[in-house]
Nanobody, 127 residues
Framework: VQLVESGGGLVQAGGSLRLSCAAS????????MGWFRQAPGKEREFVAA?????????KYADFVEGRFTISRDNAKNTVFLQMYTLKPEDTALYYC????????????????????WGKGTQVTVSS
């Protein structure tokens, strides 16, 4: 599967952005999906994940603190990350990833569990 992120940009602190990740292929609903980010000089870190099940289990990093929401539209082969109350420390390259897990409810925070990655979309939050 190929993943293409979009929706990044420059925003002031306190602002919002909605990231999208479009997946190619017909098997999108069989993948759990995740968002990760990487700031310059830092390791890639987990942001959010959503299961492939119809109940869409979700998981968030602690730093999200209720500011982000991950969702998916299987009919459109797209996963979203709605981000509110953005902070300068949210500045990073944001990646989406697909996990070919057999579990309907898995939501992994580990990059090694993901099989496919997009190239990222840049989010810059100014103070």
């Amino acid at each position: 599967v190929q993943l293409v992120e979009s929706g990044g940009g420059l925003v002031q602190a306190g602002g919002s952005l909605r990231l999208s990740c479009a997946a190619s292929g017909r098997a999108f609903s069989t993948y759990a999906m995740g968002w990760f980010r990487q700031a310059p000089g830092k390791e890639r870190e987990f942001v959010a994940a959503i299961s492939k099940s119809s109940s869409s289990q979700t998981k968030y990093a602690d730093f999200v603190e209720g500011r982000f929401t991950i969702s998916r539209d299987n009919a459109k082969n797209t996963v979203f990350l709605q981000m509110y109350t953005l902070k300068p420390e949210d500045t990073a390259l944001y990646y989406c990833a697909a996990d070919r897990t057999p579990s309907s409810f898995a939501t992994s925070r580990y990059p090694s569990d993901y099989n496919y990655w997009g190239k990222g979309t840049q989010v810059t939050v100014s103070s």
